[in-house]
């Protein structure tokens, strides 16, 4: 009987880890969305007091924030308790969040792209080459942007199955 509650306990542990594990790709979101806040904010001190540069790279920073306030934020997803219950609840939760996420991101940061532009042009002088590194840059993140949500999605099912399948009560005998 002991051993049984140990394993389960391991078990739980486990579960536990791989969901904080997923919490903390998703502050990284964050970081990152920063780190792109940093980057207009140095295009602008770059841009060589151009008006509709800086004016474009502010809307870019206003985009960013926006996104981080409506959907970066973890604040509802807090592990209040440490019963297999609350785990499930908040795997419910955080698959929500990442649903809401992923609707949303790619808007978001094709905006933030298209907001650099103006800069890009400034800097380059060519407006189809403003559009071909503009259009890489764009598709290279939509594709790691894709990558990572399938990935994550997969994680979460598997933990979601396995928290469930503790949960079971067949499984507890």
């Known amino acids: 009987m002991k051993n049984l509650k140990s394993k389960k306990s391991d078990s739980f542990q486990k579960q536990l880890s791989k969901f904080k594990n997923l919490l903390i790709g998703s502050k990284t ?3 990152a969305n920063m780190g792109l806040i940093a980057i207009s904010i140095l295009f ?9 540069v800086i004016l474009s790279l502010v809307g ?3 985009v960013l924030v926006l ?8 604040k509802d997803i807090r592990q209040k308790s440490y019963t297999t219950k609350s785990l499930f609840a908040s795997i419910v ?3 929500e969040y990442m649903q809401k996420r992923k609707r949303f991101e790619m808007i978001y940061i094709s905006i933030w792209f298209l907001s650099i532009s103006p800069f890009v042009y400034l800097r380059s002088g ?8 503009i259009g890489i840059y764009l598709t290279a993140t939509a594709l790691l942007g894709m990558l990572a949500f ?11 199955s396995e928290v469930l399948s503790n949960m079971n009560p067949i499984n507890n005998q």
């Open 150 to 160: 399938k990935n994550v999605q997969k994680e979460i099912r598997n933990l979601e």
């Open 67 to 74: 996104y981080m306030n409506l959907f970066l934020s973890l």
């Open 60 to 62: 870019g920073i206003s």
């Open 29 to 31: 979101a964050k970081f």
């Open 126 to 133: 060519s407006a189809l080459e403003t559009i071909l590194e």
């Open 93 to 95: 939760k955080f698959k």
């Open 44 to 52: 602008i001190f770059k841009s060589e007091q151009n008006l509709m």
